[in-house]
């Protein structure tokens, strides 16, 4: 079976329901600029209203300083992607790796052949561990 197929069944759902929760994170900043894009409209209206009251009401020398200044508080707000923090990542990878169902889960261990494997793990030699058991209980009862 391809290697493709074999990652299919964990990486498939997995990156999917990660991806889900990144665009939601893209979505909520595009919302809050989006909301805020109406009070930078207002403050831009009313900054020209305010230059176009230096203009009419103050000397060409005061006006050009106050019109100078005001223009410089006129700046375009770009939109500014703030990446997801990493405790935000762990949480997403943590809920998206928990709502895997267990049919996924068993399938990708099935492709792969995990859950055939029957080999059995040998029996170590257990003739020293008199010797280590003592060994251990010499040194705790010099602990007290």
């Known amino acids: 079976m391809s ?8 990486n498939k759902p997995l990156k999917g329901r990660l991806r889900a929760q990144w665009i939601e994170c893209l979505l909520s900043q595009l919302v809050e ?14 900054l020209q209203h305010e230059i176009d009251r230096a203009r009419k009401e103050l000397v060409q020398k005061e006006a050009d300083i106050k019109v100078e200044r005001l223009r410089a508080l006129l700046t375009e707000e770009s939109f500014i992607l703030t990446p997801p923090n990493p ?43 008199p010797q280590i058991e003592s060994c251990v209980d010499e040194e705790l009862e010099n602990c007290n």
Request: glycine fraction near 6%.
């Open 87 to 129: 405790v935000d990542i762990t949480e997403w990878i943590s809920t998206s790796s928990g709502d895997l169902s267990i049919e996924t889960i068993v399938s990708g261990f099935a492709i792969v052949g995990i859950l055939t494997d029957t080999r059995v793990a040998e029996a170590m030699p257990t003739e020293d561990d």
């Open 3 to 10: 290697a493709n197929r074999q990652t299919y069944y964990w």
């Open 33 to 46: 600029y989006r909301a805020g894009e109406i009070l930078r409209k207002q403050q831009r209206v009313q």
